[in-house]
């Protein structure tokens, strides 16, 4: 009866924002993924163009339920 | 005469950012301490539903100056 | 032939958001180093003023290439 | 409307298990703050008497509600 | 002929013990994964309910070994 | 029966030295907390004027028993 | 449009040493997921036999782009 | 006058809990170390057979006191 | 408007205290950097002769502010 | 008359071993610094084609001695 | 009748390679310790010379098992 | 004809300094060890008593290098 739950980890990427590019990885994770239930971020990061910011590249720890059989 | 500072550990949320989440943290916590002087980030997470982010779940360690008597 | 890269630490600020600190970090980097390349948070802090947030202090990890000679 | 939490450091003992010390620490937090809602384990360390486990010393962080008012 | 390994994070729960949501997650993750041959804890935390604990949460990484082909 | 401990954290300064600063913090967090029985150090900071240091800034995690009622 | 990534954690091993125990995890892993892209070293370990390393047993998180539909 | 430790690391199994697993260590130890004082939980791991829990393996850091000469 | 800050690593020696290893740390990166703001203890070492501190080794971050054009 | 050392990052690659990586990012290094003494390997990641190592890719910090004027 | 290890640290070197410095500090720990079971990389560093790598520095957890008496 | 290098952790004590606590320590495994090399202060702790620094209590890693035979 007790929940498990499985964490995978997953990098998102938004040209805009930290939290464009944590939806971006939850959205994309949401397609393949039921019952996603929270993220941790564990890396922020970004890659540089022209000295500005390119994009920014958030690593995400994804917890998501197990289904019950 | 030297300063002293006291460090309290707070967790704000929020729907939209994790600025949003920081600030009602802090916000929260100057209703009942003084002298609030600075933060550090120590963990920034949240929760999913629908395959969306549902809110900003960020954890604060803030800093406050003890009143001289 | 192998490309080198070195690594500086910058601390950016910014009154109204964390990405506005690491772009005023990175645009302030670019005027004096070529080649910028990638970035790494490694720190998020602020400071308080008056219950709010006065301003945020983002240090980066920024990495850039060496030139060949 | 959001929630905002506050997480405190409690150090629970116990001789026979660390599920017990960590059930001390919980009931002793709880007869002074309210709205209990979480806990981590930060560090498990211990005493040793004639060779053998004195008592077991869990420390957590609890994390509570603050009262809306 | 040299072994490879695959870690994957799992989360279980117990209302007991720690060493109970250590054994349901395994469990768990013996129904779709074969040869497992690890586990390190990486997180114990839990919720609260009435100034108790209401159930013991445990991260563990669960290495299994790729079946040669 | 059995002992539990809170710890909170407060940070020290002094123009002289880490000790002072450690001892600053103590005397100050004695004045309000009873049974004071552990610290530990977590960060040893400071502030520079004029190419010298202008005090340092300590952090400790303090630890006091509660007491029994 | 945005890049999204998934990260996996493999184990490789080798006799001989570090870099083919990385080439070995990345080679395995290569049959079953498509686009790596990097990784990254996250642990060293080894086994011993009769005073020498029987095996060299590294570590890997692998990062692979996810496919646009 | 002044008190002396040294810190060693022990790693305890047991098939049945995390406790025993320490308690073996402990008591290991003291078969040829004297004063035996304080110990410390750095790593809980296990090995996995037949998808249930095999054995825990708890790496313990153990402080004892250098005898007075 | 904005400031930001360059944080550079330097480490300092002393014979006879930390203290006076952190101030000659600071001391010569004064002679070649301006504005320097403050500095955080990341590592204390040092290196022993005859059974006895030969020099204290300590290394600083040390932030100090980019001069405004 | 103390000894003071700087601190740099410096991040080489090759395409065929780590060592490799190391040699390439300490020989650009010693281009530019004078009194390179120690190095401390502080990152080990790289990059994949084609189911291969592409090339390693290290992060140094390397240390080294300020002239004496 | 449970195994009980034993963990000790090594530091070995070399001027050719990481591999070497590992396996120098496994011959050597192996001359005096019975029963040497597994190691773990805890740091990479070494020393330069003339702007080359003058030998590389590899600290070593190793663990060895109690013999049973 | 490689150096190797043993590490041990000693914890010495002190009323008065941290240096002092540290020389103690080095001093008392002179006594037992030989060619004492170097040392790293990993943790800085203390005892209370009446609301003053009881002693400080300060865990070194201390390397020595083995004994060509």
């Known amino acids: 009866m007790a929940n498990v739950y499985s964490v995978?980890?997953?990098v998102?990427?938004?040209?805009?924002?930290?939290?464009?590019?944590i939806e971006t990885a939850i959205e994309t994770a949401?397609?393949?993924?039921?019952?996603?239930?929270?993220?941790?971020v564990v890396e922020?990061?970004?890659?540089?163009?022209?000295?500005?910011?390119?994009?920014?590249?958030?690593s995400l720890e994804i917890g998501f339920r197990y289904e019950k059989a």
């Open 44 to 58: 922020t990061r970004g890659f540089i163009k022209g000295g500005k910011v390119a994009y920014y590249q958030v």
């Open 30 to 40: 949401s397609k393949t993924l039921k019952n996603l239930d929270w993220f941790e």
């Open 12 to 21: 998102g990427t938004s040209e805009t924002s930290i939290e464009k590019a």
């Open 8 to 10: 995978t980890k997953i």
